[in-house]
């Protein structure tokens, strides 16, 4: 029999949380009015860090210059329009699909996080600011092709408690971030997320005129 509340949970996902009680932009996993401020009072009352993970841009986050860690997760623009794709369905807004959402300018695409190029440069000006003891870019395409030293990256900007963890539990951890682990662990609610976890599935989509659109976009 369980007494008092569950646990907290290890990872929050905060994705439109307001900046702070003035702010407008609403949503998030405690209310429509909750915001990161509130979620980071309840953080310290826990006591003890723990992971948030968000798209938003860092306008809309909390500064990090008192506290915390980060780590950006980027993608090729090609799977991500992709991806994007196949889990939000055909535009019903006037767009006449997902590549112009990423290669519009950011006070024009209608995503909610504006557009793929000012958001990595955005984080990008962060992570140097931060500084590599408390800010790293990972790429997806990294973690496909070397998983272990890629979690080596994240352990160490962790800390020593978590590099003993990899050394220790590092083919249990490789094995749970497995892309049929994760879909199968409908618990963790990953399972509605993820569609095929591979690099590159873009290939088996785009006309060489889609991907010719998108490169050219990438050099401007």
């Known amino acids: 029999t369980m007494v008092g509340p569950p646990p907290e949970p290890s990872m929050v996902l905060a994705e439109m949380l307001k900046a702070g009680p003035a702010d ?3 949503g998030g996993p405690g209310s429509p009015d909750d ?13 003890s860090a723990r992971l948030i993970v968000s798209h938003a841009t860092p ?7 008192a506290a915390g860690k980060l780590v950006y997760v980027a993608r090729d623009p090609r799977d991500v329009v992709t991806s994007n794709y ?3 369905g055909t535009p019903k807004d006037g767009w006449d699909g997902s590549m112009r959402r990423f290669c519009a300018p950011a006070d024009e695409t209608p995503n909610a996080f504006g557009g793929w190029f000012e958001h990595v440069r955005a984080f990008e000006a962060v992570v ?10 990972i ?3 990294q973690m496909h092709g070397d998983l272990r030293g890629t979690l080596a990256r994240l352990a160490a900007l962790l800390g020593p408690e978590a590099e003993a963890r990899l050394r220790r539990d590092g083919d249990a951890i490789e094995a749970a971030l ?17 569609r095929k976890g591979v690099a590159g599935g873009w290939r088996e989509h785009f ?14």
């Open 59 to 65: 306008v809309l986050l909390p500064s990090f210059e």
């Open 207 to 220: 006309s060489q005129a889609d991907e010719a659109a998108l490169m050219a976009a990438v050099g401007e």
């Open 178 to 194: 497995g892309f049929g682990a994760m879909k199968a662990d409908a618990g963790a609610g990953h399972d509605r997320f993820l």
């Open 128 to 137: 140097a600011s931060l500084g590599p003891e408390r800010a790293c870019v």
């Open 24 to 26: 407008h932009f609403c």
């Open 86 to 88: 196949f889990f939000m």
């Open 35 to 47: 915001s990161f401020t509130a979620l980071l009072d309840r953080e310290a009352a826990l006591g």
């Open 139 to 141: 790429e997806y395409e």
